[in-house]
């Protein structure tokens, strides 16, 4: 394990002197909001939607935002500065993490209690060149989760163990189908091209709403591609012109095989389609403009 800095209730520390009580209802109950921001040359992509996101969540489990947006901006920006500083690179990955805090074990939501706070950086790792050029393989399996998939919780265990499913069989993803419609990915969002148009899953309590949500529906317009969010049937899925997904550590990659079978149709049939191609170009051109 690195010991980077991080940032721990105030204070600043080496990875390996941060420590929380065994009563946090965090570590007992999962009972808190993450963030996962990218850095792209020491700056922060998309800061003010990702804050905006959290503090979303935090109304959702009533927990009070703890800081102001200033202040987590200058304890991201430390952060960041201290990897860069000590070689781990200059695109990273911020992870924020707020939980209700330390209590004795009840269910019953405490009053009065402070937040616990913990932030720290890591290198990013880019997608591999070969599995950008290729594309991903992914399988999918039923959407087993809790209902409150718009709630970026702590609590992981269903992405997970739906995370390994894709994992067991070296696959990249698992693709997510609750009573056979579309909602995401175990760690990403899941789209689908038909006719040339991007086409995702509405929201709902079942889909986290993703930072390239409306970042695609941007860059969508940018490039004239037709979009749109709507229910999406597993046969739909199935016979898709082009599947991407998104993420924070993916950006916008593209899907080729889902459970064995080939995406698209045609000369593209398993290939990076063209949907794909001017997305992700528009992608690394927003990295330069909406960073801070």
């Given at each position: ?5 991080c940032?721990l209730?105030?204070?600043?520390l ?65 952060l ?8 781990g ?15 004795p ?18 290198p ?8 950008r ?5 992914c ?13 970026k ?42 006719d ?34 709507r ?6 899925l199935r ?6 997904l ?14 064995g079978?080939a995406?698209g ?28």
């Amino acid at each position: 394990m690195n010991d980077n800095l991080c940032f721990l209730n105030g204070e600043f520390l080496p990875l390996s002197q941060a420590k929380i009580s065994v009563l946090d209802r965090g570590f007992i109950f999962g009972d808190g909001i993450y963030e996962v921001t990218p850095v792209y040359g020491r700056r922060l992509f998309r800061f003010d939607e990702h804050m905006a996101r959290m503090q979303r969540g935090l109304d959702k489990i009533r927990i009070p935002n703890p800081a102001t947006r200033e202040r987590w901006l200058q304890c991201c920006r430390r952060l960041v500065t201290a990897l860069a500083d000590a070689g781990g690179g200059e695109d990273q990955v911020i992870y924020l993490q707020v939980t209700r805090g330390v209590a004795p074990r009840d269910h019953v939501m405490p009053k009065d209690i402070v937040p616990t706070v913990f932030m720290m950086s890591n290198p990013m790792k880019p997608v591999p060149a070969d599995l950008r050029h290729q594309g991903a393989a992914c399988v999918s399996a039923r959407d087993f989760r809790w209902a409150r998939g718009d709630i970026k919780s702590t609590s992981l265990l269903g992405a997970v163990l739906a995370r390994q499913i894709s994992a067991d069989v070296g696959a990249t993803e698992t693709i997510l189908l609750r009573e056979g419609m579309l909602t995401e990915a175990s760690a990403s969002n899941v789209w689908i091209v038909k006719d040339g148009a991007l086409l995702g899953p509405p929201r709902s309590e079942h889909v986290l709403e993703g930072i390239r949500v409306e970042l695609l529906r941007e860059l969508c317009e940018e490039v004239g591609i037709a979009y749109n969010l709507r229910p999406i049937a597993e046969a739909d899925l199935r016979s898709a012109d082009e599947v991407l997904l998104s993420s924070a550590t993916k950006e916008v990659l593209a899907v080729t095989r889902i459970d064995g079978e080939a995406v698209g149709h045609g000369a593209l049939r398993g290939k990076p389609g063209p949907v794909y191609a001017k997305l992700y170009e528009a992608y690394q051109q927003a990295k330069l403009t909406m960073s801070i």
